[in-house]
């Protein structure tokens, strides 16, 4: 489609002779929340990594805004990197770093602010999370739910084009599971930002996505809505979708 952002066609990839990906071929259009979902260890977080340049696939081809991602020098890649936001697993905090510090990093890292200008963009990206008050903590002094939010906010504050979610509730209880859920919604939707979101919590994938698809042995078994998943009758995707409820 002319407003994909994303292109992934024909992605394979493989840890000696187990395969991970096997064929994959997806696309993300603008605006749109895509979550990757499915089970533990099914190539979600793969997907991923291969997209940003920490794994090279053995074939495929992947554009972003029609650039092709895998012809591109480290130095060029790097540029793309600067406008993508990304959310890891354990929020990835500095730990002897404090809130402010973990925000200003990237900020003083890639663009010639001033520290007026600094200030004011950290204290506006933590009032988005609603953690104003958490700014002088350290990531010790914080919970996981607020970890996450914080993490969250340092992904947001560069004003990424395209957010990368990879597993945002992990760890969490159910109630602060569905809060960072809801936020990454609101996020989007107040930034106008494109995100995929890889996530085995069918509760998180039902709050956030616009579309999915569901990875099985390396190869996307499943692409529609939410509530297509739910009524689908292949046995696998019935299996999954009654034990996710369940947990």
Do not use: W
């Amino acid at each position: 489609m002319a407003n994909d952002l994303i292109k992934i066609s024909n992605l394979s990839k493989r840890f000696d002779k187990l395969v991970v990906l096997d064929d994959v071929s997806l696309s993300v259009t603008q605006g749109e929340n895509l979550v990757v979902f499915g089970q533990s260890g099914t190539g979600k977080s793969v997907l991923l990594k291969c997209f940003i340049g920490l794994l090279k696939p053995e074939k495929g081809e992947i554009l972003y805004k029609n650039q092709k991602l895998l012809d591109l020098t480290i130095k060029e890649l790097n540029e793309i990197r600067k406008k993508l936001g990304f959310l890891f697993q354990g929020a990835a905090l500095y730990d002897s770093m404090s809130v402010r510090e973990n925000l200003e990093f990237p900020l003083k890292r890639h663009f010639d602010l001033s520290q007026t200008e600094v200030d004011e963009k950290v204290s506006s990206t933590l009032s988005l999370v609603s953690l104003e008050g958490a700014i002088d903590k350290m990531p010790s002094e914080l919970s996981g739910g607020m970890k996450k939010r914080i993490g969250l906010a340092r992904a947001i504050i560069t004003d990424p084009e395209l957010m990368l979610y990879d597993e945002p509730t992990t760890g969490l209880d159910p109630i602060t599971a569905k809060e960072i859920s809801k936020l990454i919604l609101d996020l989007q939707k107040k930034l106008s930002m494109t995100s995929m979101v890889v996530t085995h919590d069918l509760i998180c994938a039902k709050i956030i996505a616009d579309r999915a698809i569901f990875l099985s042995n390396g190869k996307i078994v499943f692409e529609g809505n939410i509530e297509e998943l739910s009524k689908s009758n292949d046995p696998f995707l019935m299996n999954f979708y009654s034990d996710e409820l369940i947990d």
